[in-house]
């Protein structure tokens, strides 16, 4: 039995956008990047960390949002 609360939110399968290979592959080269930039960190190496962080990708439709974040904590 389907929760007509959920039923009304959940899109049916097969609905979702198709996301086509090449940005597939720019979000597992940010991954692979991300997961470079935690192992500096881990180590202590901050300044190679930051370094990392530079070559992940911009997304276009982000780029007003991340203007607009607070990094003063």
Do not use: F, K, Q, Y
Request: no cysteine; proline share 7%.
């Amino acid at each position: 039995m389907t929760d007509p609360d959920i039923a009304s939110v959940v899109p049916p399968a097969g609905s979702a956008p198709e996301t086509d290979d090449a940005e597939l592959e720019v979000l597992e080269s940010d991954l692979a990047t991300i997961e470079a930039v935690m192992d500096r960190v881990d180590s202590g190496d901050l300044e190679g960390a930051e370094a990392m962080m530079a070559r992940l990708s911009d997304d276009p439709l982000e780029e007003g949002n991340a203007e607009n974040t607070d990094e003063s904590e």
